[in-house]
């Protein structure tokens, strides 16, 4: 795989045009909000495309996501079992570099495996798991969980010199 400037382009086209991801991180959204006893905000193709921008104009974010997604979209292993490993790994690293940074990094992961399990797809074994993860991804860090408005009751302030 070679990736260069328009490479990253164009992944990012074929990424901002997913509108299955956003009917997913809907989907996923309303089986957390459900699990957790929260409401938490529907994303609009809108809000989605506007965040895929966001995140392939930080150019170190945006060639590693290229990368994740390229090898996702045609990952498959012969029998699937045996390459269950891989592709899992690759979503969970893929959900992490969209979130952009703990603690959104670990959410995403763990929300990968959720939007995992209600996708299912055709083609190769990757290409479930590149929904989901681009689902569990974009999910975290878009705006609409309640406990992410607002500051965080646990900041300290820093200690007055003296």
């Known amino acids: ?96 570099t969209v979130a952009g940074g703990e603690p959104l990094t670990t959410l995403a992961e763990a929300t990968f495996h959720v939007a995992d399990v209600h996708t299912d797809g055709d083609g190769p074994a990757g290409r479930d798991d590149l929904t989901a993860a681009l689902a569990a991804g974009f999910q975290t860090r878009l705006p609409g969980w309640p406990w992410t408005e607002g500051e965080s009751p646990f900041a300290v302030d820093p200690p007055e010199s003296g």
């Open 1 to 96: 795989m070679r990736l260069t400037p328009d490479r990253v382009r164009a992944e990012r086209d074929a990424v901002r045009e997913r509108d299955d991801v956003v009917e997913l991180i809907n989907e996923t959204r309303t089986r957390l909000g459900e699990a957790f006893e929260t409401d938490v905000d529907r994303v609009t193709a809108a809000a989605y495309r506007r965040e895929v921008d966001r995140v392939f104009a930080e150019g170190d974010r945006a060639v590693n996501v290229a990368a994740c997604v390229a090898l996702l979209r045609d990952l498959d292993v012969a029998g699937d079992y045996p390459g269950f490993v891989v592709d899992e790994r690759l979503g969970r690293l893929l959900a992490a």
